[in-house]
Nanobody, 117 residues
Framework: QVQLVESGGGLVQPGGSLRLSCVAS???????????MGWYRQAPGKQRELVAY???????NVVDSVKGRFTISRDSGKKTVYLQLNSLKLEDTAVYYC????????WGQGTQVTVSS
């Protein structure tokens, strides 16, 4: 049973930055063995949407709405995946969820990111 714990959310002004972390536990081996590990977000009144993911091979994918502003990376030794959020906009306000896809799918509890002046 994979457990995911996110951290790093908070309140930031437009144009600011945050770094989200997701630590995985409850399994043996490396997070590099996961088919995909990534981030989704859900804004109030909207559906949850994909933000970015990293594959087993280390390939990354970032959705167009955040491309050039958000970066996903991982530290296998720390069993952690990161999401660097730069040049934040009001519309980036959402709960950000960590996601793992392996034989099953796992979700973290989410971390709130609020962009406000």
């Amino acid at each position: 049973q994979v457990q995911l714990v996110e951290s790093g959310g908070g309140l930031v002004q437009p144009g600011g930055s945050l770094r989200l972390s997701c630590v995985a536990s409850g399994f043996s081996g490396s997070i590099a063995s996961f088919r995909r590990m990534g981030w989704y977000r859900q804004a109030p009144g909207k559906q949850r949407e994909l933000v970015a993911y990293i594959t087993m091979a280390g390939n990354t994918n970032v959705v167009d709405s955040v491309k050039g502003r958000f970066t996903i990376s991982r530290d296998s030794g720390k069993k952690t995946v990161y999401l660097q959020l730069n040049s934040l906009k009001l519309e980036d306000t959402a709960v950000y969820y960590c996601n793992v896809q392996t034989l099953r799918e796992y979700w973290g509890q989410g971390t709130q990111v609020t962009v406000s002046s």
